[in-house]
């Protein structure tokens, strides 16, 4: 089993930035792909970004291309999603997922293990 605990999410105006950061802990030798995804009220669940823990590649929805970078810090089991240019219709749980048989998947299906979510909120 693999355990996710996010951290990071809160109220930012449109414009700022928010770090979000998700930390594994236990099996975490089987992970293979950390991902991030959004679900906002009404709204079913999205992608976000992706890192590979397997190559280094990083995965982006297009609607977050170039305003949303996810990492991999020093510890190696932790990730971040540094979030920049806020817009509110970013507004959402976010979620951490690890994957164990899947290469940087937008599929939420095919990540095992799921943190509790983190709210971030942008106001207008």
């Known amino acids: 089993q693999v355990q996710l605990v996010e951290s990071g999410g809160g109220l930012v105006q449109a414009g700022g930035s928010l770090r979000l950061s998700c930390a594994a802990s236990?099996?975490?030798?089987?992970?293979?792909?950390m991902g991030w995804f959004r679900q906002a009220p009404g709204k079913e669940r999205e992608f976000v970004a992706a890192?590979?823990?397997?190559?280094?590649?990083?995965y982006y929805a297009d609607s977050v291309k170039g305003r949303f970078t996810i990492s991999r810090a020093n510890a190696k089991n932790t990730v971040h999603l540094q979030t920049n240019n806020l817009k509110p219709e970013d507004t959402a749980v976010y979620y951490c997922?690890?994957?164990?048989?899947?290469?940087?998947?937008?599929?939420?299906?095919?990540?095992?293990?799921w943190g509790q979510g983190t709210q971030v909120t942008v106001s207008s």
């Open positions: 997922a690890a994957a164990s048989l899947t290469i940087g998947s937008r599929r939420s299906d095919e990540y095992q293990y």
């Open positions: 890192h590979s823990w397997i190559g280094g590649s990083t």
């Open positions: 236990g099996r975490t030798f089987s992970i293979s792909t």
